[in-house]
Nanobody
Framework: QLQLAESGGGLVQAGGSLRLSCAAS????????MGWFRQAPGKEREFVAA????????DYADSVKDRFTISRNNAQKMAYLQMTSLKPEDMAVYYC?????????????????WGQGTQVTVSS
């Protein structure tokens, strides 16, 4: 059974950078689409970025394009989200998620495995 655990969140000043990591355990990581989502207080969980199983395709929310980069290492069962030029509006709990059986995409419902989340706080 695939399990995910995020790390790397924390407090950063606006304009700074953070790298989130997602460690996976289980046999389906390398065949799963991996995504990052975030949820700010009082808001719905929203798509941030996705990467296909062999890293051929990536997709980003318009709000993070050119600032965030998603990547993965299948041999190490890791996924990453490099975040640069952080803004106060990026502050949220960030979740790593896996779509084991669904096609590549940004729909939250496609993702059936979720981590516990990691808090990203951006001070202005």
């Amino acid at each position: 059974q695939l399990q995910l655990a995020e790390s790397g969140g924390g407090l950063v000043q606006a304009g700074g950078s953070l790298r989130l990591s997602c460690a996976a355990s289980g046999d389906t990581f390398s065949s799963s689409v991996m995504g990052w989502f975030r949820q700010a207080p009082g808001k719905e969980r929203e798509f941030v970025a996705a990467i296909s199983s062999q890293s051929f395709n990536m997709d980003y929310a318009d709000s993070v394009k050119d600032r965030f980069t998603i990547s993965r290492n299948n041999a190490q069962k890791m996924a990453y989200l490099q975040m640069t030029s952080l803004k106060p509006e990026d502050m949220a709990v960030y979740y790593c998620a896996a779509a084991e059986w669904a096609p590549f995409g940004s729909h939250l419902d496609h993702y059936n495995v979720w981590g516990q989340g990691t808090q990203v706080t951006v001070s202005s």
